[in-house]
């Protein structure tokens, strides 16, 4: 379906929605469409394709408001879902911080141009990602000491979507994401392991090729071989840059107006305060060319703006949306996201944390005896006293070097203080929604053997 069709389904929702009875409305359309290639044992396992359209609806009614969603978008559907949303706010409980976007608030900019984020060129054949996965799981398997490629896939995927509102906004664009991916195994039983590599990128060209990505999956998985329990105390811990986004992903959640304002977030009262040691800084910016999660304006209309959330280590700001800023007295930083069926809330797009002048190797050296972290699973954090508790696997470091790997283990801490320990590597990757390098924390305890 084009952007236009995408546009009218939008219109026609929130006109709707203000013949039903709303004070205010913003529908959100989508159209899109994907495939995905599996492949094993150089057949083909698994081949996927998926394409519709969706359409979703928000109402305000009186300081009320309720979201529907539906798959359908015939006229009577639109008619009906408009009738349903207002039925279901005038039930809903009265929030007086909810509300759309004055006009004078809203961006501009109503599209993408210049952002780089869909490939307008034709879609990848079938074929043409069968040739890709085939080439990823050949290179993989052809590592010595890989006992098999447990699936390596290619896929791609198009998304238009289209945003409009009762107080003027219409606006919308595209997003295409092409990816690659291969799991390789290593041994055979009790003794089997398996690690992954994957990239995905809005255009094909900025992708490594498949053999990269399948010789790193073999290689990662070689190196996870005769992995056994580290010992239990309190080590530095160092996050390789494959997991370090998550540990930076707590502070980005503490942070978030949702958080702040339900006084959930063991930074709640720290804006203004140092989060991360002298020097860090935390930027996000929805505008970078060709990333994932760039877009021109956020999920109420408002144009996004490259920002800073810690300054020289200090906390600079939240993260917010309408509701949330008015809830705190503070202007939103043009960071609403929404689904189909949900109303807006804050997050991010495209953060990106200082890097330190130190390779990965350095900070090993640095830690003596320790823990790398390059896989985790599992967690229990406590979003409003900041304690952390982890599963984890890596590797164990003793005398500033890499012993052997290890698994089943858990690490903890309280991640105000650890934060506060953070020493960067220069090695973060491009290309990702968070882009971080390793990590090295003091103080942490791994309860392992």
């Known amino acids: 379906m084009s952007p236009v069709d995408l546009q009218s389904l939008a219109e026609q929702l929130v006109d709707a929605a203000r013949r039903a009875g709303a004070d205010g409305a913003d529908a959100l359309t989508s159209s899109g469409q994907s495939i995905s290639i599996d492949m094993r044992g150089g057949t083909l396992e698994q081949a996927d394709r998926a394409e519709g359209v969706e359409i979703g609806l928000r109402v305000l ?13 015939s006229p009577a559907t639109i008619a009906n879902m408009a009738e349903r949303a207002v039925a279901m706010a005038r039930e809903a409980p009265v929030d007086d911080m909810l509300g759309l976007a004055d006009p004078d608030q809203l961006a501009r900019q109503r599209d993408a141009n210049g952002l780089q984020i869909a490939d307008d060129r034709p879609d990848p054949s079938p074929d043409h ?17 890989i006992s098999q490629v447990e699936s390596a896939n290619a896929g791609f995927s198009r998304r238009q979507l289209w945003l ?16 690659i991916s291969a799991v390789a195994i290593t041994g055979e039983g009790l003794g089997m392991e398996r690690d992954y590599a994957g990239e995905s990128r809005v255009w094909p060209e900025d992708l490594p090729a498949p053999e990269e990505i399948g010789r790193l999956a073999a290689e990662r998985t070689l190196a996870r071989a005769g992995s056994r329990k ?13 997991v370090a986004s998550s540990l930076i992903g707590h502070l980005l959640s503490a942070v978030n107006g949702s958080a702040v304002a339900r006084g959930a977030s063991w930074l709640r009262n720290d804006l203004g305060q140092p989060v991360l040691p002298e020097g860090f800084d935390l930027t996000e910016d929805p505008l970078r060319p060709r ?3 760039s877009r021109p304006f956020d999920a109420e209309g408002l144009a996004t703006r490259r920002r800073d959330i810690v300054r020289g280590g200090v906390l600079h700001g939240w993260t917010l949306d309408l509701a949330t800023g008015r809830k705190l007295g503070m202007d939103s930083t043009a960071s609403a996201a929404r689904g189909m069926s949900s109303a807006p809330s804050p997050t991010n797009s495209n953060v990106i944390l200082t890097q330190g002048e130190v390779t990965q190797d350095d900070l090993i050296t640095r830690m003596g005896t320790g823990l790398v972290v390059t896989s ?15 599963g984890a696997a890596g590797f164990w470091v003793e005398g500033g070097r890499i012993a052997y790997p290890v698994n089943e283990c858990t690490i903890a801490g309280n991640l105000r203080d650890m934060l506060m320990t953070l020493q960067a590597a220069n090695d973060a990757l491009p290309w990702r929604a968070v882009e971080v390098p390793s990590l090295l924390v003091g103080g942490m305890t791994v309860a392992g053997a």
């Not at 985790?376 to 982890?390: E, F, H, K, Q, V």
């Open 61 to 73: 009614v009186g300081g009320r408001q309720a979201c529907v969603s539906a798959s359908d978008h």
């Open 230 to 242: 580290p010992p239990t105390g309190a080590f530095p811990i160092l996050y390789d840059r494959r």
């Open 164 to 179: 409009a509102a009762s107080n003027g906004f219409s606006g919308g664009y595209a997003r295409t994401t092409h990816a």
């Open 129 to 145: 990602l069968q040739d890709l996965a085939l080439r990823a799981e050949a290179a993989a398997r052809d590592v010595p000491g």
């Open 291 to 293: 990333y994932p999660s």
């Open 376 to 390: 985790m699973l599992g967690a229990s954090i406590n979003g409003t006293t900041g304690d952390y508790s982890r």
